[in-house]
DNA sequence: GTCAACAAAAATATCGATATTAAACCGATT
DNA sequence: AATCGGTTTAATATCGATATTTTTGTTGAC
């Protein structure tokens, strides 16, 4: 007689049903930096932790499996997915060749309302860039959200499934990334410029600077990165 | 000592685990239409055919939900993922973006064992072709593994680890609608040829030509498809 | 000291049963 | 006839325990 008859709503872990919970919850944390990547996910342990069963923590992690969040080997249970600058520079490139066709098709095709979807969402991240930049720490995961958003909106009205599909398994893939150099303090980026330039370019209605832009914008994370790493070597090196 | 632990598991049914197996097995029948588009996956009847319990079953589910080659909704279990012409169509589109910026990469950067796997699957294609205009039931399996490996062959070179990984994903789902088409006797393509125009302009490291063959060769499929659809709707009109 | 063989210990994979939820049924009411 | 409520039935989601496999640790030989 275990009290739980209704599913526990807490947190922003948002599902009906425990393992979507489960799912959701995990999900969050190895992208968000929680959980490291390359750990150990031991059933017991994660078990224990969201109070469920075992077979519901197993099904969890083999849906983050689909989206190469976790990866697992024969009977040897379950890791967080490595991540190295190459697969991140690999995964950019590729992101960059997909989100970058979605946007000239969006372009294209798209309408008024998406046309306005995109003004809404420019200014609400626009809003939270400048609160960023008040309040560092606080307004990270509110900015992440809408960042994403953002970069959805434009690419909205392109009617391929398939391609909206692969972009977002690569764009959860590089937000894990991106978490990481913003923890870290990378080097200062004018993002916001950038975000103005792709969106003007976008409502001008021009595909080519518009794809240039975005694509450029992609890659300069991939150099934040890089960079980030090659100073925590030096400093390694040194200290 | 980079890993990437997806283990091959390409046609056939066998696997270290148990759910590995049910994973297998499960996958192919549903790319051969064994198990219908739509058709709805009780995990009670599974468990007794295969002769596993529910949990591994629900296991080797969740899997295939991440190849999108099934669905699941809610609190109302799997199903086998719906198919349609203007899926097929969409998955098509993509497919050729993908599978040809992956074999402009292998023609830039592949070396001489490429090349050398590449006329060696093209021979072994070859011969099956000859053996399928013979006995076009019998070599069909036969058939769909060496064209797999052919056109894995052309882009093996390519040093994209995410081009491959979306490869694969992409041509396992339109492998799923090449043998409906197979399977119901389509227009007569001369396939051969068009192989032979992609192996000859590859191993010229002609990219434009092989890119453009290759993306005709993609798109042939669709064509081939929407006839069949066509013909069997007037049918069913008819009769 | 290194290695191998083997015995605990830990972790994973698998099972069968139970709790929960959605679907099918069915009669009463408008 | 169509619709609504409540009841039965079927299916799914979840659990806790067991069977297998991997990992760890120890001992004895070389």
């Not at 309040?135 to 499934?161: K, T, V, W, Y």
């Not at 890659?219 to 070597?233: F, I, M, P, Q």
Request: proline share 3%.
């Amino acid at each position: 007689m275990t009290d739980i008859a209704v599913v526990d709503r807490s947190g922003d872990t948002k599902g009906r049903t425990l393992i979507e919970a489960a799912y959701a919850t995990l999900r969050n944390e190895i992208i968000d930096g929680t959980l490291e990547p390359g750990a150990k996910l031991r059933t017991e342990e994660l078990r224990a932790r969201y109070d469920v069963s075992g077979s519901t923590i197993r099904e969890a992690l083999t849906r983050l499996l689909g989206e190469a969040l976790v990866t697992s080997e024969g009977q040897r249970g379950f890791r967080v997915a490595p991540a190295s600058l190459d697969d991140f520079r690999d995964l950019t490139e590729v992101r960059k060749l997909i989100e970058t066709e979605a946007l000239r098709q969006a372009i294209a095709v798209g309408g008024e309302p998406w046309e306005s979807e995109i003004v809404a969402a420019f200014y609400r991240l626009s809003k939270t860039e400048e609160r960023l930049r008040e309040d560092p720490a606080g307004a990270s995961a509110e900015f992440e959200q809408r960042n994403r958003d953002f970069h959805r909106a434009l690419i909205a009205a392109c009617p391929s499934p398939w391609l909206h599909r692969l972009h977002a398994l690569l764009y959860q893939q590089s937000e894990r990334y991106r978490r990481l150099v913003a923890s870290k303090r990378a080097i200062p980026r004018d993002v916001h410029a950038e975000h103005q330039g792709i969106f003007d370019a976008t409502l001008a209605r021009d595909s080519d600077l518009a794809v240039r832009l975005a694509g450029e914008h992609i890659e300069r994370s991939v150099l934040a990165l890089a960079t980030l790493l090659a100073a925590r070597d030096r400093e390694a090196a040194a200290g």
